[in-house]
């Protein structure tokens, strides 16, 4: 018998909850930004230029019916070791590590994938070429774009066998080689690799790897297989195909990605293929481009690298050797974002071992405690990125300094540049961008201004340079 008693009654929370169309959500965003501008406030775009919405409805997915039913590989992953990796294997890897953007990546491999399917084409079937190439992609770190790429790299090949006539396009389907990459990774504070991996292999995972590589970048290898297996064997991650299939978010950045690499795909095409692009420079001069605006983002600090560029560890006093890696013939220079913090930290350490100390800046707080704190906790991070000795005090007689920075508000720097300058011999910069008083406050004898806006690798230079820390001493 059914029990039908008031407090048995079934629960029909769809109709205590009903369904808010997107305009009614939109309306009220609206009216939150008071006049702002939305795709300024709330659209982020990545350095690939797709743009990612402040949220995801299912609406988004409107028009992506066959990608939805699209098959994406098996369940589980093979774990790869270093090094194993398949020596014809078409390597998108490379590019990635010599600067290469996510649509790059796709759009190139795809280029170099028809190349290679073309030769091999000639002598067998084409259903039985595609089974015998792997590519290999790295997995960086902007976590769902990297899940994003994989999905559509599959989504693309599917295309190229398509177009190439072959008969069952899925039983060619694009065998993954995911592996981590090194751009990204830093000699100093080198633990804070092992989360950077972590977090990669879940992307690739997701993303519907075959075989998968960890990198072990200073730390020890055999962390890198028990990260496999953690995601194998306790988060049962093996367990499920194309975890993310039916995300709003993931289908649609997949769907982004994958226009934005044909798109690109078929520049290359028109120019004559992969190789005749690269022979060129023309991929070359793609990603000396992306590779710059990247470090720029990390020298400007609006990207942070851990223990780089921003949150450095201050007992850390001794310059890492770069960890091996296998020998690779590489189409272009592979270049970690890292090196030019690490070249300057190499500086400090470098003169410290010369002249038997670190050079030492004062963070000189006086005045407003809220920017006084804000502005010396900025510094601390700033000047620590060169491996500087930091102090902080509120006074500055017979302070053993090299350097000393302000730590104040706008309103009272003229009056404590005034009361230091003359009474020190030593630099004294001020932290912050107050504009109105640059003039004056040079005039007053501060030597230069650290703020949001500092190029990090520039400025820290330029104060090795004054500081009298030569290169290689």
Not at 37 to 64: C, Q
Not at 80 to 107: F, K, S, W
Not at 196 to 210: K, M, P, Q, W
């Amino acid at each position: 018998m059914t029990d039908t008693s008031p407090d048995r009654e079934p629960l029909d929370l769809a109709a205590e909850f009903p369904a808010t169309p997107t305009s009614e959500w939109e309306a009220v965003i609206a009216s939150d930004l008071k006049g702002a501008d939305y795709e300024k406030r709330l659209v982020h775009r990545t350095e690939e230029g797709i743009a990612l919405r402040p949220y995801y409805r299912k609406d988004s997915l409107a028009g992506l019916e066959p990608q939805l039913s699209f098959r994406r590989g098996k369940r589980g992953w093979e774990i790869a070791r270093e090094g194993e990796i398949d020596p014809g294997a078409v390597r998108a890897d490379l590019l990635h590590e010599a600067g290469a953007h996510g649509v790059q990546e796709l759009a190139w491999a795809m280029a170099a994938g028809v190349e290679r399917l073309a030769e091999l084409a000639a002598t067998q079937p084409v259903d039985q070429a595609a089974r015998a190439l792997t590519f290999v992609f790295a997995v960086g770190p902007a976590y769902f774009m990297e899940i994003a790429k994989l999905r559509a790299a599959r989504l693309l090949w599917a295309q190229v066998l398509t177009a190439f006539g072959a008969k069952d396009p899925d039983g060619g389907a694009m065998r993954i080689h995911a592996r981590t990459p090194r751009r990204n990774k830093s000699l100093y504070d080198r633990h804070t690799n092992l989360l950077r991996v972590t977090t990669e292999a879940l992307s690739a995972v997701i993303g519907g790897c075959d075989r998968l590589t960890i990198d072990p970048f200073g730390f020890d290898p055999h962390l890198a297989v028990n990260i496999q297996r953690i995601l194998q064997e306790e988060t049962h991650l093996d367990a499920v195909a194309d975890p993310a299939g039916g995300s709003y978010y993931v289908e649609s950045l997949t769907d982004s990605m994958a226009r934005a690499a044909w798109d690109l795909f078929r520049q290359v095409e028109a120019e004559g293929g992969y190789s005749k692009s690269l022979a060129s420079g023309s991929i070359g001069k793609e990603v000396a481009a992306a590779r710059a605006a990247r470090a720029q983002a990390l020298a400007s600090r609006r990207r942070s690298l851990v223990g780089v560029n921003n949150y450095p560890n201050l007992t850390e006093k001794e310059a890492p050797k770069l960890p091996s890696a296998s020998e690779t013939a590489s189409p272009l220079p592979a270049a970690r974002v890292a090196e030019p913090f690490e070249a300057i930290r190499r500086r400090t350490i470098e003169y410290a071992r010369a002249t038997g100390r670190y050079p030492k800046v004062l963070l000189l707080t006086r005045g407003d405690v809220k920017m006084r704190g804000a502005r010396s906790n900025f510094c601390l991070n700033f000047f620590g990125c060169a491996g500087f000795d930091i102090a902080v005090s509120e006074g500055f007689e017979g302070a053993d300094s090299d350097l000393i920075v302000l730590c104040s508000s706008d309103a009272e720097y003229a009056e404590l540049a005034r009361e230091v300058c003359p009474k020190v011999k030593v630099p004294v910069l001020v932290a912050g961008n107050p504009r109105e008083q640059i003039e004056a406050l040079r005039a007053a004898g501060i030597g230069g201004f650290v703020h949001v806006g500092s190029d990090a690798v520039a400025t820290l230079t330029e104060w090795q340079d004054k500081l009298g820390m030569r290169s290689g001493q």
